[in-house]
């Protein structure tokens, strides 16, 4: 049985920092892309940041760059998401998802694209305080 899930969220101030973790089991995970997403009350889901276990490549939404960093731990199917410099925009429900993408990994076009994605976490919420 696929498991994917999310730790590390809570409450900071503006301009801390939160390191999310997305521990998976049930799958091969060599074989798959592993993306963060948020979905903040009233908008669709966006992708934040992806990780292809093919290369170790990382791919990043322009609204994160520079102070979010992807990481992959393959020992302990672990991918973690480094958060800094928070700001109340980036208040949501986050979640990892795992997407199968054993040879090339995801390209920046498909990356963020939700339907991609084979399998979910819970989800985990992250406020920020102004």
């Known amino acids: 049985e696929v498991h994917l899930v999310e730790s590390g969220g809570g409450l900071v101030q503006a301009g801390g920092s939160l390191r999310l973790s997305c521990a998976a089991s049930g799958f091969t995970f060599d074989d798959y892309a592993i993306g963060w997403f948020r979905q903040a009350p009233g908008k669709e889901r966006e992708g934040v940041s992806c990780i292809n276990s093919s290369d170790g490549s990382t791919l990043y939404a322009d609204s994160v760059k520079g102070r979010f960093t992807i990481s992959s731990d393959y020992e302990k199917n672990t991918v973690y998401l480094q958060m800094n410099s928070l700001q109340p925009e980036d208040t949501a429900v986050y979640y990892c998802?795992?997407?199968?993408?054993?040879?090339?990994?995801?390209?920046?076009?498909?990356?963020?694209?939700?339907?991609?994605?084979?399998?979910w976490g819970q989800g985990i919420q992250v406020t920020v305080s102004s």
């Open positions: 998802a795992a997407a199968l993408a054993p040879d090339y990994g995801l390209a920046e076009y498909q990356w963020p694209n939700v339907p991609r994605y084979d399998y």
